[in-house]
């Protein structure tokens, strides 16, 4: 196994030495180059059922290349269509206007390591322990007896990403993110529903805790009172204040 992991990381590497060799070949003064490869699982959940679990394998590339100040951009993910790409994105940048106040690639300098976003629980999770977590997640929003789930969502995911350009920048990374969330409605009218979510760069949510506190909240919610068009003070709480003024949710 770790061979195998070995060997995609060197084609990861190989594929995007050779992309900045073809760009520049081709006539770019400058080239930068941006390759990502990974795994990602998710898991759909109606009412309390799991409805779809599956596993998806993720790669691709990215080249970006400079001709007198103009930048051109061309991607993909077939390893045989890379030369191709890099051509594609020096003749994208020769057909638009030069800018003289290019201020140039990045130079090659030392780069602060970013802490804390790998969890090589994520990294090596299989999808029989996803269904688990998220029939922690249903169960959780069962464990109100007058709230039930009518969806949920839960996916984990990691990546390597290798950056490079031809000013002799070299960066490789590797990160995993895992989030869930579940939405519920109460059994009786006046119908409430609630949702929850969490997010974490680690294996470290309470995937019941989360479906008890989106239940939680419907039941809070439940006969509610209406009140008269009026200016007034409203407190609301970080999911509410979020989704109102959409805002997007970051990992902790």
């Known amino acids: 196994m770790l061979k195998e992991i070995n060997d995609s990381m060197n084609d990861i590497f190989d594929n995007a030495y050779k992309a900045l060799e073809f760009a520049k070949k ?5 080239v930068e180059v941006y390759c990502m490869k990974g795994k990602s699982i998710s898991i759909d959940i109606h009412r309390d ?3 779809l679990a599956k596993e998806s394998l993720i790669s691709g590339i990215g080249i970006r290349a400079i001709v007198k ?8 993910n077939d390893v045989d269509r890379i030369k191709e790409a890099s ?3 020096v003749r994208s940048a020769r057909v638009r206007g030069s800018d003289p106040q290019w201020p140039g690639l990045p130079k ?3 780069q602060p390591v970013v802490k804390g976003i ?10 029989e322990s996803c269904i688990d977590y998220s029939s922690e997640l249903i169960n959780g929003a069962k464990s109100i007896p007058t709230i039930v789930p009518t969806s949920g969502h839960f996916v984990c995911g990691n990546s390597t990403k290798f950056i490079l350009n031809s ?3 070299e960066i490789q990374e590797e990160d995993t993110i895992v989030s869930a969330s579940m939405d519920v409605i109460t059994k009786d009218a006046p119908l ?3 949702s929850e979510f969490d997010m974490s760069r680690k294996l470290d949510v309470d995937f019941y805790q989360l479906g008890e506190k989106a239940s939680s909240l419907a039941l809070r919610s439940h006969h509610g009172i209406t009140t008269k068009t009026r200016d007034c003070t409203v407190l609301l709480e970080p999911m509410q204040l979020q989704i109102f003024l959409k805002i997007p949710s970051r990992p902790r």
């Open 87 to 89: 051509i594609l994105a």
């Open 167 to 169: 000013n002799g920048i």
């Open 118 to 127: 790998f969890d090589k629980k994520i990294a090596d999770i299989e999808i």
């Open 192 to 194: 409430s529903t609630a």
């Open 69 to 76: 100040g103009a930048v051109g951009f061309s991607s993909t």
């Open 108 to 110: 090659k300098r030392k």
């Open 49 to 51: 059922v799991i409805d």
């Open 26 to 30: 081709e006539g770019a003064d400058e």
